[in-house]
């Protein structure tokens, strides 16, 4: 029986949970998920100055909203320094690592010499054989692998397929930087070996890590993890991923209105296909999902197609979840502590009966918000300037003369209310649209809205007959 599939999401906590990153942890958790196996997160807070605690928390919370779960608590790397450090002292006894003395100098000296030379091997290995014996007095050595020298190290990578590097160009890695701390590199190897890791799925910039690293793993004698290495983002034009494109962190998403199950299912098809399926519920993610699907060229970010699918998921979901939904983020949007502060039994249950007209439109939850806004918006109304466009004299003389019409209605619904204005217009000679726009400006202070005759069910008689004589001409 095969080993339990262990996967991890390792984020450096030194910013938010960019979009990349939420990807990377979206396939491991689909992996994982669908192996049967467990997810671990993992802080890489070893850059004590840059990592800080808003962006754990960052970090987490994004998570949180995406709806991916790991397994067991958060690995802190920070707290394992002294385990990082045994590994070291064992690979140094072992013969497989030495101290290195070189100063700051002869290293500058190495590497421009490496350059000039076309060399990508940057460190002349100058203290691989000699005896410390012979180190100056008062410096403190790092502690560097020694890596093979000949042959060549290879990847059988999930994504890539094999990639092979010649050990001879590839440095002498530092395991132990001289003031005793340790560097990724040994950090990384220690951690997903201690932590069971037998798949590493990360972004393809860490493609050579994974050769270095296998260098580490085989000096300890420990399994090398099975290995997959996605290609990053890319803009719509193919440039690098940069904020105008998209580049922005989980939580940007959530306060520009997206649905977390809109931004998994778009993530996931960010160089991954299954045929052309295009939506998927979480079970069909999970049943689905396989490494070699994933394709080898850069993804490319489409904020329309990201909206499109969103839209597809708000008309999809239950008129309750998506007042649920845009309650949560009242309290990171422009505007929305007002509605916030109204938000009433009696709302909710307007807000309850627009909800299928509303969301027909809406493609995000501001949309939704901004589409909302007539339902809760106190008298006399914010016109914008499609509207008062719209509300000339001739149109404020059609509302005054339908208006006694209207007050006749007593049992007040969509289809009576509906009724009187087909009649009125008829009567009057009107097109039905002529009498309807009007009506929809002065109800709702817009020129788009849910269908006119909603809306009058949904604001009830007393509010619709307050705000039609807002705008009635003067008789």
Not at 94 to 106: D, F, I, L, T, V
Not at 171 to 195: E, F, I, Q
Not at 338 to 349: D, I, N
Request: proline share 5%; aromatic share 6%; net charge negative.
């Amino acid at each position: 029986m095969s080993e339990p599939v262990v996967t991890r999401f390792a984020p450096s906590p030194t910013g938010f949970l960019h979009i990349g990153g939420a990807r990377t942890a979206l396939f491991n958790w689909l992996y994982a998920r669908n192996r049967g196996g467990k997810m671990l997160l993992r802080i890489e807070d070893t850059d004590r100055e840059r990592s800080t605690g808003a962006a754990i928390a960052a970090i987490i919370d994004g998570l949180s909203w995406l709806g991916l779960t790991w397994d067991g608590d958060i690995v802190y790397q920070s707290t394992r320094a002294d385990r990082h450090r045994e590994v070291a002292e064992q690979l140094l006894a072992a013969g497989k690592a030495y101290r290195c003395y070189a100063s700051p100098e002869e290293l500058t000296a190495m590497r421009e010499a490496a350059r000039k030379e076309g060399r990508s091997k940057l460190y002349d290995g100058r203290w691989r054989d000699r005896d410390p014996s012979e180190a100056p007095p008062g410096v403190k050595p790092v502690i560097r692998l020694k890596a093979p020298l000949t042959g060549e190290i290879a990847i059988e990578d999930q994504v890539q397929g094999r990639v092979a590097w010649q050990n001879a160009d590839l440095d002498d890695l530092v395991l132990l930087r001289s003031d005793g701390n340790p560097t990724y590199m040994l950090a990384v190897v220690v951690d997903d070996h201690d932590m069971g890791v037998t798949h590493i799925i990360r972004g393809d910039d860490h493609l050579t890590n994974g050769a270095r690293q296998t260098h580490i793993y085989e000096a300890l004698g420990w399994d090398v993890p099975v290995m997959a290495h996605i290609p990053l983002i890319h803009g719509p034009d193919g440039s690098k991923l940069s904020k105008r494109h998209g580049a922005l962190g989980v939580d940007a998403y959530r306060a520009m209105g997206y649905l977390p199950a809109a931004v998994r299912n778009y993530l996931v098809r960010l160089g991954w296909a299954h045929g052309d399926q295009e939506t998927f519920s979480t079970a069909e993610m999970i049943a689905a999902f396989d490494l070699p699907a994933i394709g080898r060229s850069p993804a490319r970010f489409d904020f329309a197609k990201l909206e499109s699918l969103n839209g597809h998921y708000m008309r999809a979901s239950a008129d309750a979840d998506l007042i649920a939904a845009l309650e949560q983020l009242l309290p990171h949007i422009a505007g929305g502590q007002e509605l916030a502060e109204k938000l009433t039994p009696e709302l909710r249950g307007k807000l309850l009966a627009a909800m299928p007209g509303l969301k027909e439109r809406a493609k995000t939850l501001i949309e939704l918000f901004e589409a909302s806004r007539f339902l809760w918006a106190s008298r006399p109304l914010d016109i914008n300037a499609a509207a008062k466009l719209v509300l000339t004299q001739d149109a404020k003389a059609v509302i005054a003369a339908l208006l006694p019409a209207l007050e006749g209605v007593a049992d007040w619904s969509a289809a009576n209310a509906e009724g009187v204005v087909r009649a009125f217009a008829e009567q009057t000679g009107h097109k039905l649209g002529a009498v309807a726009q009007p009506l929809r400006a002065a109800l709702t202070g817009r020129t788009t809205s849910p269908p006119i005759f909603d809306v009058l069910a949904v604001l009830g008689r007393d509010e619709s007959l307050a705000r039609l004589r807002d705008q009635a001409a003067p008789a």
